[in-house]
Every structure is written in C-alpha cells, then in structure tokens.
C-alpha cells in the first residue's frame, strides 16, 4: 500500500479571496464547484495538485493556514505572481531568497492571512 496524495482543506470566511489567490494568482482551475449552500466547496487542480476550498467563517478563524508549493522553476512562478498580483507577495518573502536548508523560496499572502510559500530546491 501506498499514499499517493495529501490533498489539504483550506478555510476560508470569503471564498472569492480564496479564488483569487489560487486560481487568478497560481493558475489553478476548479475541477467542481458547489457555491449554493450556506458552505460554499470548491476543488482546484493544478498539475498534480489538489486542494478542496470550504468557505466556513467558524473554521477560518482557527485555522490559517501556512502550505509549500515545490516548482521547479521559481523564476518563471515568481514572475507571473509579480506581474498579475505583486500586491499578493508576502512583505516578509517578497523576493526569491535562498533559505540555509538549500531552498529557493517566496511567499504570498492573502487577506485572510492564508500563507503560500512557494520553493524550488536550489
């Protein structure tokens, strides 16, 4: 037997914001959508990515959130980031460092605090 995905919950009190990190910003695309209900769900892909957004306002403010993404050219992810939404860059990563445990990295953040490091082994 083998694990093959982990696949992430992410919480969010306005799932726009979360939609617009994800599939404006990082060019994932929504594989479902269900925004009828009081709890709107949203699955993203990307490549061989999944994440399953919950709009949930009781949930949001408990759990924020820190995920890596891994590319493997950070260059090319940085660039499109800072051409479609620079204002996303994490004030604290907003450029491409090189980290002490050998990782290339920046980061964003949204306006409800969700944290997205994105890094390249270096």
Not at 51 to 58: D, K, T
Not at 62 to 71: G, Y
Not at 91 to 106: D, M, Q, R, S, Y
Request: glycine residues 2%; contains cysteine; hydrophobic residues 45%.
């Amino acid at each position: 037997m083998q694990f093959t995905k982990l696949i992430p919950n992410i919480f969010y009190s306005d799932i726009k914001v979360a939609l617009q990190l994800f599939v404006d910003t990082l060019g994932f695309a929504v594989a479902y959508s269900d925004d009828k209900g009081e709890q709107p769900f949203y699955i993203i892909k990307r490549d061989t990515l999944v994440i399953h957004l919950i709009e949930c306002r009781e949930w949001a403010v408990k759990d924020r959130p820190e995920i890596r993404l891994e590319t493997d050219d950070i260059h090319a992810a940085f660039a499109a980031v800072n051409s479609s939404h620079p204002e996303l860059l994490h004030p604290n990563a907003a450029e491409i460092t090189l980290k002490p445990w050998g990782a290339l990295e920046f980061a964003l953040r949204d306006a409800e605090e969700v944290c997205v490091i994105v890094q390249q082994p270096a």
